[in-house]
């Protein structure tokens, strides 16, 4: 069966941001000290912090985790059903985005039971590739709904 039209933005995109995310925290892992920090540019250190909550450190109960885990499997199976049933004919590039920044938190749940953050400019709580792609792909179907007002 042939993917339907566009669906390879969707894939691609949440394929680059797993492996993204998934490679840069294991060198993260291996490289770096936990709660220690590499200063990569003046306003940015790499800094090994563990989450075992969501954003911003909130929801840090360990019994959390594999709720954490069905809803981001969950997001990325409808995401993945909506594109097949041809319910997402536009932005696919942010739920890509979303698909894959979910599926990269969910992995590190799954088998190291906390997530890996290690992005760290100063002023805002460590996040890490999936947080990032999490964010922009929200940001940009904000930016859709506002547009279309």
Not at 32 to 44: A, K, T, Y
Not at 102 to 115: E, K, Q, S, Y
């Amino acid at each position: 069966m042939a993917m339907k039209k566009g669906a390879h933005i969707l894939y691609v995109t949440a394929l680059v941001v797993l492996v993204l995310d998934v490679v840069s925290k294991l060198i993260i892992r291996e490289t770096i000290g936990l709660n220690e920090s590499i200063v990569v540019l003046p306003f940015v250190s790499f800094t090994h912090v563990q989450n075992v909550g969501i954003a911003f450190g909130l929801l840090q109960l360990p019994m959390m985790r594999w709720l954490l885990v069905i809803i981001a499997l969950a997001v990325a199976v409808l995401i993945a059903w909506s594109c097949k049933e041809n319910k997402l004919k536009e932005h696919l590039l942010a739920w890509g985005l979303i698909m894959g920044g979910a599926l990269g938190n969910a992995i590190d749940r799954i088998f190291i039971g906390t997530v890996t953050d290690f992005i760290d400019v100063g002023f805002w709580p460590a996040f890490n590739v999936a947080d990032s792609a999490l964010t922009i792909g929200v940001l940009l179907l904000v930016w859709h709904a506002m547009r279309k007002e």
